[in-house]
């Protein structure tokens, strides 16, 4: 009943801001530059799993970088710009489910490896450096244990939960249901996006209040801005969000003692959407895990975006190849 509840209250706020005419003009005009434009600069390669869509850039050693939930190739290349280094060529894939693509039969973390892999065949990249934020970090994972000789680093950032971890250690910042209820179509995220932004902001562990946020500088308050509207249309990413639970599957878990490739771990210990257990954890069962534990900065490691990136890129050069 609460969760009902919620739900109600979400959509009655909606209908409370979108009383005027104006706004559901609005809507409907940002929408149609949202449909048109979230598959907009993105390239597809033909695989077995069917064609998975990509946005790609740089120069250099190549990185495959994997979003996390709720977001496709536009996410990915956010992160990419923003903490990959300017001396790699980044590839951002679309998961399953993501950039409107429907979910295969087998929607499991072991297949989504194995597309990934065959992604990387159709780009004839035989060994690359993968970088992941949230819940890309456990495809990374398997990706990296399935194929111990194409993945050269890896580097994990707010690492979501993952078989054999569960999710009850995630206290997000909002009910879980009003997430749901936001994801349910473009409506909702709009409203809160377009007439409550602070709200959507805290959401995703980016309160304009938090500290970080209030810290940070021009590039990473427009991150901010770029990572929240790259969200919609949440209908073109709503099946991947439903399968997002295949991470903590317990048939699947992640092949932690396989997984030969050093680790760079980022996580910060105010995150209130990943837990900072599973970033301990993989420290912890990695054969060669580095674990950088930032005082601050949330989910989306706010206030860190300049030093990171330069760590990262120190990361990327000892271990990734110019002929990778």
């Known amino acids: 009943m609460a969760s009902r509840a919620r739900k109600v209250a979400l959509w009655g706020l909606v209908a409370a801001l979108l009383g005027g005419g104006w706004a559901w003009a609005a809507y409907r005009a940002d929408m149609r530059q949202h449909r048109a434009g979230f598959t907009e600069g993105t390239f597809s390669a033909p695989t077995r799993h069917g064609e998975i869509l990509y946005r790609t850039g740089g120069t250099g050693p ?4 994997i979003h996390g939930a709720g977001g496709g190739t536009e996410q990915g290349a956010l992160i990419a710009r923003a903490l990959a280094g300017d001396a790699v060529r980044w590839i951002a894939p679309a998961r399953f489910g993501y950039d409107g693509a429907a979910l295969p ?11 990934l892999a065959d992604l990387l065949d159709a780009l004839d990249l035989p060994r690359v450096g993968v970088m992941a934020i949230s819940g890309g970090v456990p495809a990374a994972l398997h990706l990296a244990g399935a194929q111990p000789d194409r993945v ?3 580097v994990l950032l707010s690492s979501a939960p993952f078989a054999p971890l569960s ?17 349910a179509s473009d409506l909702p995220y709009w409203a809160m996006l377009r007439l409550a932004p602070g709200l959507l902001r805290r959401a995703f562990d980016a309160a304009p209040d938090a500290a970080p946020v209030a810290d940070a500088d021009p590039a990473e308050e427009a991150f901010v801005e770029a990572m929240l509207a790259a969200f919609l249309p949440v209908t073109a990413r709503r ?3 439903a399968n997002e639970g295949a991470a903590i599957d317990p048939r699947h878990p992640a092949p932690l003692d396989a997984i030969a490739s050093p680790a760079l771990i980022v996580h910060a210990r105010d995150d209130t959407i990943a837990p900072v257990a ?3 954890f993989l420290q912890e069962n990695l054969p060669d895990a580095e674990l950088l534990l930032l005082p601050e900065g949330g989910h989306l490691l706010l206030g860190h975006h300049a030093p990171l990136r330069n760590r990262i890129a120190a990361f990327w050069q000892a271990h990734l190849d110019e002929a990778d």
């Open 105 to 115: 039969a087998d929607a499991s973390m072991p297949a989504q490896a194995r597309a």
């Open 62 to 65: 190549a990185v495959l970088v």
């Open 278 to 280: 599973s970033a301990r």
């Open 167 to 183: 999710a009850e250690e995630q206290a997000t910042p909002l009910p879980v249901a009003l997430y749901d209820a936001l994801f």
């Open 152 to 154: 050269a680093a890896l």
């Open 239 to 241: 099946a991947g969000v």
